[in-house]
């Protein structure tokens, strides 16, 4: 019997409005953003599955980490599943920690979203799933690979030694710099198809 290929599931999030669009002004380039990485990642050449969209459209902090826990530790989830997690927005460091700005965050550090929470819920010791990329598409992305580096030794020492977890960023700028709109969704998407001819399916993103 052959064996079935590991699956690619992409969650995908852009947040366009802010609840305080004094502090957090709106982003009008996130649909394209989200248009070119969804289009990229679900299409033939790599058959991501686009889920979790719902909790996608406009993140709010329990109701997001609920629906990736829960997606984590699915009994149908396989351990050479990968996860893609795009998310494109603002992004704020406070207390040396990135912070996924929300819609409706009046505070970073109350309502705001830690991306450590994130990638603690995705590799915690009950997850099922396998290799997980973050695509950060956001102000001051480098702190977020500092803080995931950080983390990955407890992460390991947590996960059976069977399935240590397998993390990778991927940040659209330095840890202090602040992102340009659309910048990163192109030229990631203009990196990858430079790698895949079209003709050759054994040169398309492998799992």
């Known amino acids: 019997m052959a064996t079935e290929e590991p699956k690619r599931f992409l969650v995908a999030v852009g947040v366009e409005n802010y609840k305080e669009a004094r502090s957090w002004g709106r982003l009008t380039q996130v649909p394209h953003e989200l248009d070119q990485i969804v289009g990229l990642l679900t299409d033939a050449r790599f058959e991501a599955r686009h889920i979790l969209?719902?909790?996608?459209?406009?993140?709010?902090?329990?109701?997001?980490?609920r629906a990736i826990h829960d997606w984590a530790v699915n009994p149908h989830r396989r351990a050479d599943d990968h996860l893609i997690l795009y998310w494109t927005g603002h992004g704020a460091v406070t207390s040396d920690n990135l912070y996924l700005v929300l819609p409706d965050t009046?505070?970073?550090?109350?309502?705001?979203?830690k991306l450590n929470d994130v990638v603690e819920t995705l590799l915690s010791p009950e997850s099922k799933c396998g290799p997980v990329l973050l695509l950060l598409d956001l102000c001051f992305a480098g702190t977020g690979a500092l803080d995931v580096a950080d983390r990955l030794k407890t992460m390991t020492r947590d996960r059976p030694s069977a399935r240590p977890p397998q993390i990778a960023v991927i940040a659209a700028t330095r840890a202090r710099d602040e992102a340009d709109q659309g910048v990163f969704a192109a030229a990631f998407k203009a990196a990858v198809e430079e790698l895949i001819d079209p003709s050759n399916p054994s040169s398309w993103l492998a799992p």
């Open 53 to 65: 969209r719902s909790v996608s459209r406009r993140p709010r902090k329990e109701p997001f980490r």
């Open 106 to 113: 009046t505070s970073v550090q109350r309502d705001g979203l």
